[in-house]
């Protein structure tokens, strides 16, 4: 991993971790041959996508009888509730 391919967003780490990574990264990018530094951000990058990803898939699945009336206005339930303005692709 090159100063150039160091990732700038960490949407995909536990928030907790997303300054720490940052500042390494900044930190890399001023000193790419700091070979400690590079071991210790490239541990702390895939420990931390690790825990989100896992975090991510433990989330529950809601799940609502046909029955109840909100089910027919699901979808646009959905989409007033993703991220972003609606009619963004992000979901």
Do not use: K, T, W, Y
């Amino acid at each position: 991993m090159n100063a150039d391919s160091l990732p700038r967003f960490f949407d995909d780490c536990l928030i907790r971790d997303r300054h720490a990574l940052r500042r390494m990264a900044q930190a890399l990018a001023r000193d790419p041959e700091a070979a400690d530094l590079r071991a210790r951000f490239e541990q702390r990058l895939a420990r931390s996508r690790a825990l989100f990803a896992q975090r991510a898939e433990a989330l529950p699945q809601p799940r609502f009888p046909e029955e109840l009336p909100v089910v027919e206005r699901l979808e646009e339930i959905r989409e007033v509730n993703r991220p972003g303005f609606p009619g963004d692709s992000i979901s």
